[in-house]
């Protein structure tokens, strides 16, 4: 009765905000998985939140037309895109930042070739987004450190460095997609 394209785009539907093109929806939806933890002093949020989007969905872009050749060449673009990212708008942790960065990649990567042009090209290379699941489930830690106070790229970047350590042959994303995918809190 349907197919599974009308499936899949239904699910989309419901859990992005089209209306802007997928890039936005991916980068405004990302916004949201780490938004509660944004403690905002200044009243120019909506600017800065503006800006701040502009900035990630220009970067990213950027990013997607450049062929990548190495997994150390994606790292040092991700960090100036995560350090920028901070001084877009200061109120935000490189903690939040790498979330906002890494969930919109991940989002763009799960919305498809089809509706992200050259989403595909380094994907092999883009970073697992850290937080809370993530600290537990993939890294057995106990009682970490919360992920959105993380203030600084090399505490941030040991936990990419500590996953490509495993060696699980699969590009860290994918695996990041399976932990998901079968992962239960207690």
Avoid: C
């Amino acid at each position: 009765m349907l197919t599974d394209k009308q499936r899949e785009d239904f699910f989309i539907r419901i859990y992005f905000d089209t209306s802007y093109g997928f890039e936005l929806a991916g980068i405004k939806r990302a916004f949201l998985d780490f938004s509660r933890t944004l403690k905002i002093v200044d009243e120019n949020r909506r600017t800065l939140k503006q800006n701040a989007e502009n900035y990630i969905l220009t970067q990213l872009q950027t990013l997607l037309e450049t062929k990548i050749n190495s997994q150390s060449e994606f790292d040092e673009q991700h960090e100036i895109l995560t350090e920028n990212l901070t001084k877009t708008w200061s109120e935000l942790t490189y903690g939040q930042a790498q979330k906002w960065i890494n969930m919109t990649l991940k989002y763009w990567l799960l919305l498809g070739e089809v509706r992200i042009n050259k989403i595909e090209r380094n994907a092999q290379y883009f970073h697992i987004p850290i937080d809370s699941y993530v600290q537990k489930g993939m890294f057995k830690e106990k009682s970490p450190k919360p992920w959105s106070k993380i203030s600084n790229y090399d505490d941030y970047f040991k936990y990419q460095l500590d996953h490509r350590n495993k060696q699980t042959g699969n590009f860290p994303l994918a695996d990041e997609f399976t932990f998901f995918n079968n992962y239960r809190p207690k």
